[in-house]
């Protein structure tokens, strides 16, 4: 398995910044690497995939860059507002479909 | 589209009791998992089915861990008996079997043993 590194501090931010989580691998590079939110109380949710063959992906004011040299991920969270307020996981694929989860990085948006 | 389903929600027990969770997926996704998430933590991997089949149930402690996925669709996990280490949510996720479009979490089942 990986060993998965993602700040373990929390991320306060004022809103309208860019909130920026890193998530660093240290052995194989995965075929696929996801971001999920979780909300407390609440199973997480899909927000992003990214191949490795892929340098940066986006969706609506996410983007999400895979770096397999330096074996990290980048999440970009652009405008942030309160309701992006959540814990942030990435998840990296381990082959056959499991996906091994990090720690997640707690964002605090705030007005 | 109706989510992954769980329950209980909650649920408190006594050490060396027996407690089991029931799962029910969406509809048409052919890999359901079990995971265990340690507060603080990110969620674990216990068990994988494809279909009824057991893909991976590596890190599953078979000793006191049993899982289940009748005719390929609801699932439930039990434990017994059940240890204070175990205390934790309990989730579930399905995804479709080309897993790039994500999972799907159901909200978990909180477990407290006392």
């Known amino acids: 398995s990986q060993k998965i590194e993602q700040n373990s501090e929390a991320l306060n931010i004022q809103e309208g910044k860019t909130a920026t989580l890193t998530c660093n691998y240290t052995?194989?590079?995965?075929?696929?690497l996801q971001w999920y939110r979780q909300d407390p109380g609440r199973g997480p949710v899909f927000l992003l995939l990214?191949?490795?063959?892929?340098k940066e992906k986006r969706k609506e004011r996410l983007k999400v860059t895979f770096d397999t040299t330096l074996k990290q991920s980048l999440f970009h969270i652009t405008a942030s507002q309160p309701a992006d307020s959540a814990t942030y996981l990435c998840a990296l694929d381990m082959g056959w479909g499991k996906f091994q989860f990090g720690a997640g990085t707690q964002v605090v948006v705030t007005p | 589209e109706a989510g992954v389903a769980q329950s209980p929600r909650y649920k408190i027990i006594e050490k060396r009791q027996s407690v089991a969770f029931w799962c029910n997926p969406i509809?048409?996704?052919?890999?359901l998992y079990w995971y265990q998430q340690i507060l603080g933590q990110g969620p674990k991997l216990l068990i994988q089915?494809?279909?009824?089949?057991?893909?991976?149930d590596s890190q599953l402690p078979k000793d006191r861990f049993s899982a289940e996925r009748l005719k390929g669709v609801d699932s439930t996990l039990k434990i017994q008996p059940a240890k204070l280490e175990d205390s934790a949510v309990y989730l579930c996720a399905s995804s479709f079997a080309d897993h790039v479009s994500g999972y799907t979490f159901g909200s978990g089942t909180r477990l407290t043993v006392v």
């Open positions: 052995n194989y590079s995965p075929a696929y």
């Open positions: 990214i191949r490795e063959n892929e």
């Open positions: 089915f494809q279909n009824n089949g057991v893909v991976d």
């Open positions: 509809s048409g996704h052919a890999t």
